[in-house]
């Protein structure tokens, strides 16, 4: 009996350093050394300050700029509230949000009367999502164009600039990073 307490006591310990302190280390060391850039968080980085991230959606609420998709963590794309409201396409709540949400984007732009792409009403899974499909970007162009003064044709040119295509060629659908697209924005609008 005690060699077999002894015995589990050692296995607890060892295990405890492999698992708990070695393995994260050399996982950590690695995506360092291989992937700096995704291990440290897809940071932008702009005049040496950190803006954003690649990864996580941030909201803008000027029609200055491109909207991203509603978020539903915590406030808006708070990483530490991630999360879906767990609504199924037959749930009430949703379909007033999503009605309510299609009406006052409508009230605000008049020229979104044609239908709306699912992901300018619908929240993500994780509700951090950054990226907005084509289709998404191309009917916010008009509205970006008229509110900074520029030509519909360049802010479209824009929106094909930064067309990211479907991870490893067949994984999900083309899409457009709202805030890499906004930073862009920013250096054609008239000052």
């Given at each position: 009996m005690t060699k077999t307490i002894i015995t589990s006591i050692l296995m607890t310990v060892v295990l405890t350093v492999l698992v708990g302190i070695i393995y994260?280390?050399?996982?950590?060391?690695?995506?360092?050394?291989?992937?700096?850039?995704?291990?440290?968080?897809?940071?932008?980085v702009r005049n040496g300050t950190v803006i954003g991230s690649e990864l996580i959606?941030?909201?803008?609420?000027?029609?200055?700029?491109?909207?991203?998709?509603?978020?539903?963590?915590?406030?808006?794309?708070?990483?530490?509230?991630?999360g879906s409201t767990n609504l199924g396409p037959t749930s009430k709540a949703l379909i007033d949000r999503i009605t309510h949400d299609r009406d006052s984007l409508r009230k605000i732009y008049p020229e979104l009367d044609t239908a709306l792409p699912a992901d300018m009403l619908t929240m993500s899974a994780s509700g951090?999502?950054?990226?907005?499909?084509?289709?998404n970007a191309l009917l916010?162009?008009?509205?970006?164009?008229?509110?900074?003064?520029?030509?519909?044709?360049?802010v479209?040119?824009?929106?094909?600039?930064?067309?990211?295509?479907?991870?490893l060629g067949f994984l999900g659908e083309p899409h457009v990073n709202v805030l890499e697209l906004n930073l862009d924005l920013l250096h054609h609008i008239p000052k």
């Open positions: 994260p280390l050399a996982m950590t060391g690695i995506g360092q050394l291989l992937f700096p850039h995704q291990a440290n968080g897809s940071l932008i959606g941030q909201q803008f609420a000027s029609a200055k700029f491109f909207r991203t998709r509603p978020s539903g963590a915590g406030t808006g794309y708070d990483a530490a509230n991630s951090l999502d950054p990226d907005i499909s084509v289709a916010q162009a008009k509205i970006v164009a008229r509110e900074n003064n520029l030509s519909v044709d360049t479209i040119a824009l929106v094909d600039r930064h067309i990211q295509g479907r991870d």
